[in-house]
């Protein structure tokens, strides 16, 4: 009896501590580049984020054919803003189906997404139907959203994310 009551301590005080080390400091940080070419740096530059996600199904939400042994899309997305005001102004996005060449236009910031009206969301051309949406969870975290400003679920290997990379 006395044993399993010090293994039943043993093991509350074992959660118990994984627990609370588990839920400190939570913070996102920015991944390191590990490509080849450096990432731009500077006052106009207001992040470099980059991901994986599944290929088949981004493809449908922007209406973009891609051939059908096409599983991930690796993405690189660069934020541009005006030195001054702060204002946001073009961004650069690459990825397989933007490769050649890739996708640059204007973006904005605007609100809501389908759960949350107060969300903040990147919205890249916001004066063309062919948009696309990100949420912002915090400033080195972007999620995919589909046209309906919804989260897009991943797959078993990819997900809608994309995260801050610095130099």
């Keep these: 009896m006395k044993s399993k009551l010090s293994y039943f301590f ?28 450096p990432i731009p740096e500077g006052a106009t530059v207001v992040g ?3 991901g994986r996600s599944p290929c088949q199904e981004i493809a449908k939400e922007l209406n973009v054919k891609a051939i059908p042994e096409c599983i991930k899309i690796k993405w690189r997305l660069i934020l ?3 030195s001054i005001t702060q204002a946001p102004t073009r961004y650069h996005l690459e990825g397989f189906v933007y490769r050649n060449p890739p996708r640059e236009g ?22 063309k139907q062919s948009s696309m949406f990100f949420f912002k969870a915090d400033d080195n975290v972007l999620f995919i959203l589909d046209n309906k400003k919804k989260l897009m ?12 990379t610095e130099n």
């Design 10 to 37: 043993f093991v509350l005080l074992f959660l118990q501590t994984f627990h609370a080390r588990s839920q400190d400091n939570i913070v996102n940080k920015p991944a390191k580049n590990t490509a080849r070419v």
């Design 48 to 50: 470099v984020f980059d």
């Design 80 to 82: 541009y803003r005006d």
């Design 106 to 127: 204007k973006w904005s910031i605007v609100r809501g997404t389908a759960n949350d009206p107060n969300a903040e969301v990147i919205q890249l051309d916001p004066d």
């Design 153 to 164: 679920p991943g797959n078993d290997h990819f997900s809608y994310v994309l995260y801050r």
